[in-house]
């Protein structure tokens, strides 16, 4: 039932003032529009919902339903206004991210760290998936935010920020190419055995794009879906992985892990985006967190991640 909310003030005031001219007096209306409003009201629900007594009106049983309905929508009015209220303060709300796992161990100890300080009260969802699973689901508003790699144009997807994150050979500093200057040759590299992702991984595909036109063919002993593997391959100076450096951040900081740079055009082209779907209006948690993402995968190229 749709019912105007001026008849329910009229109503609700004539009840609380106890009669109709009161009420008028309090609206600074005359009786007439009063009585004229409550009327329309009780056409619109076919009931009385008030009557008159020695000491003014009261209202009948219908009437109190009625009444009851208008106090209960007030709280539930107040009620949204506080809701309303405390998300336009960033104290409440959710944001959905999904990035790729590479971004996995330095976007916990950072952004999300001091975004999550700084508005305790914003649930964050964080999920993981290849490329495509990314662009996908922004794409389908499963996902407010994307941080993906490699992919650099897609028309329905708005790259708020990209950075350049050049895909590099990722190996123990015990491995015998740790030891070399010059950036390696994919020559060099496939000459090693290798540990990679599995072939539908973005990195996967810029890497096989680069093998392939440098008509070099990657001598590969480990395929995985799993970071980890890669870099505990690495790590045990079974394999060299490729990645970009920010993937292996701690890793390469502590030095159990060596980077170094790769001659390759491709390679030196990827980028880190962070991504969102055109048109998607943005609430103002999800802008204060992208640019809280901005500053970061700025900081993506900075000397604790530079490849040798």
Known sequence: MDIPHQRLVYFQVTV?????????????????????????????????????????????????????????????????????????????????????????????????????????????????????????????????????????????????????????????????????????????????????WGPSHGVRQLMDDGFREAEVRPHMVVQTNSMEVLKQAARSELCITLLPAFAAARELQEGVLIARDVECASFRQARAHIITRVGRRMPRASLQLLRHLERWITAFSGPRQEAR
Not at 27 to 34: D, G, K, Q, R, T
Not at 95 to 115: H, K, Q, T
Not at 145 to 170: D, K, N, T
């Open 16 to 196: 609380e003032a106890g009669s109709i001219r009161r009420a008028a007096a309090r609206l600074n209306i005359a009786p007439s529009a009063v009585s004229r409003q409550i009327g329309l009201l009780e056409e619109a629900m076919a009931a009385s919902l008030i009557e008159r007594t020695r000491d003014g009106v009261q209202p009948t049983r219908v009437g109190e339903m009625l009444l009851d309905y208008i106090l209960q929508r007030e709280k539930l009015d107040q009620h949204l206004g506080e809701r309303l209220d405390a998300y336009q303060r960033l104290e409440t709300g959710e944001i959905r991210l999904i990035i790729g796992e590479g971004f996995v161990g330095d976007i916990i100890n950072s952004p999300l760290r001091a975004f999550r300080k700084q508005y305790p009260g914003i649930t964050l969802k964080v999920d993981t998936g290849s490329m495509q699973s990314i662009i996908d689901s922004v794409i389908e508003d499963e996902a407010d935010i994307g941080l993906m790699y490699h992919e650099r144009v897609h028309p329905q997807l708005r790259f708020w920020h990209s950075s350049p994150q050049p895909l590099v050979a990722i190996m123990s500093p015990e491995h015998p190419l740790a030891s070399e200057a010059h950036a390696l040759t994919l020559e060099e590299v496939a000459q090693h055995p290798m540990a990679l």
